[in-house]
């Protein structure tokens, strides 16, 4: 069970997003696990990561204290993954987000053969997650559904806003946050890359994955023609 079950959108909507997880369990194997978990992630930039993860302090792309929304935007928008890596000092859960199906194999197979002794989970499409398996050579051994919204659900905000909102597991961008980012890059206020960028960042555990959330927003550009 993993917060990306809920991500939102049809099985081809993650040709691009392949999260993969390492987690201890507590009392079992958490002991010792911190040099575990920072080799996960150094093997994970060996296959071309967009984004690492550090549930207990943020993602490659964090949002800063020291500067105000006009410095923000001219900020560097490129990902941070040792802060990541250097970041980790405690049990917790890590994970790299990938935006090619090969890569994120590669790294699955690379797992198996460092046998770290942590719980992997690989988070995509039900078909993309058994192709990962596959090539590691491993027999999936479960599998969870998310059963999508319930209830009044007109009242919920356009596809396009729902996929990217629900990238953040934990609810941290909002859905008028995701539209407003939509509204700008129609406008021409802002590239996909840029409003991507922004997005990520408020992503506590840094599995948001931005060039999903760039291709969505160019779709939604493109949608006004």
Sequence with gaps: MTNTLHRYGDAESFHDDFVVFAIPSRGKNDQGCVP????????ALRFHPVNLGDASNGGALRPS??????????RNMTP??????????????????FDKRTNAEEFVKALKQAD??????????????????????????????????QGKTEKLPNTQVLMLST???????????????????????????????????????????????????????????
């Design 65 to 74: 204290r020291n500067l105000n929304p006009t410095q923000h935007w001219l």
């Design 116 to 149: 770290l002794g942590l719980c992997i989970n690989v988070s995509t499409s039900i078909e993309g997650a058994e192709q990962c398996c596959m090539a590691a050579g491993i027999p999936r051994h479960s599998v969870g559904y998310s059963l999508g919204f």
């Design 167 to 225: 990238m953040c597991g934990h609810g941290m961008i909002s859905h008028s946050l995701a539209k407003k980012m939509i509204d700008w890059v129609k406008e021409g206020r802002r590239t996909p890359e840029q409003a991507a960028s922004y997005m990520t960042r408020f992503c506590s555990c840094g599995v948001y994955n931005p060039t999903r959330a760039a291709r969505i927003l160019r779709e939604a550009r493109g949608s006004m023609k």
């Design 36 to 43: 575990k978990l920072k080799e996960f992630l150094r093997l």
């Design 80 to 97: 941070d993954f040792e802060a990541v890596i250097n970041g980790v000092n405690t049990p917790t859960t890590v994970a790299a987000v």
